[in-house]
């Protein structure tokens, strides 16, 4: 089966700019999320959706970033405007529904804000 | 204070050594998940533990599962360089929320 598959790979920008990452995930997994990982750390949640609906977003920083699942497959992440401190790899994971259902993760969006 | 603890955070081996990396958890788990990541690419599932006393192993690799301390171990057989990458345990912390809290990774090393 296909993977996670994100957009872009690479991304450099200047801080106060505004950038987007895209997500496709598993074909029939329902939940999506979106993780930030700064370097030598593990991954941190930022939202969580169960199809089209938001189950998480208590650690998104609603006053620079957002997030959408339109027709509960794809997603996008935005972040506007961007802060140095948002240089991170940004991963974009999916699931079936229901209990112990393992993260599939795709291989990241790497955001460099100088 | 972190809610999953690894260690060591970084490991150095000889080619076909034994190691050992923890997870340790101050919350109940209710599900442990182990991944590998090589630098610049996604999370690899490696195996997930739900039970107590639970073992799982998958070719030189095994994981365990102590609930009663809130801990996980992978153990490595005869290492290989293939081995070496970044190792993180995830968990479930809430009960059926179905979303993981990750430790800060353990950083292997395999020198030839």
């Known amino acids: 089966e296909a993977g996670v598959a994100q957009s872009p790979r690479y991304k450099i920008i200047e801080k106060r700019q505004s950038v987007a990452f895209w997500c496709n995930p598993i074909s029939g997994h329902a939940t999506l999320y979106w993780y930030q990982q700064i370097l030598g750390q593990g991954p941190k949640l930022l939202i969580q959706?169960?199809?089209?609906?938001?189950?998480?977003d208590s650690q998104l920083p609603k006053d620079r970033f957002s997030a959408e699942r339109l027709k509960g497959v794809d997603s996008t992440l935005k972040i506007q405007p961007a802060k140095l401190e948002d240089s991170a790899v940004y991963l974009c994971?999916?699931?079936?529904?229901?209990?112990?259902?393992?993260?599939?993760f795709g291989n990241g969006t790497r955001l460099t804000v100088t | 204070s972190q809610e999953l603890e690894q260690s060591p955070q970084s490991l150095i081996v000889q080619e076909g050594k034994n190691l050992t990396i923890n997870c340790t958890s101050s919350k109940t788990l209710y599900g442990l998940y182990w991944y590998k990541q090589k630098y610049g690419e996604g999370l690899i599932f490696l195996m997930m533990l739900q039970k107590g006393g639970e073992e799982k192993s998958h070719e030189k690799i095994t994981a365990k599962l102590d609930e009663k301390k809130q801990q996980s171990s992978l153990h490595i057989t005869a290492s290989q360089p293939s081995h070496a990458g970044i190792y993180l345990c995830?968990?479930?912390?809430?009960?059926?929320?179905?979303?993981?809290?990750f430790g800060q990774g353990t950083r292997l090393t395999i020198n030839p």
């Open positions: 995830g968990a479930d912390l809430i009960q059926g929320a179905q979303k993981l809290v």
């Open positions: 959706f169960q199809n089209n609906g938001v189950v998480d």
């Open positions: 994971a999916s699931s079936l529904s229901g209990l112990n259902s393992p993260l599939h």
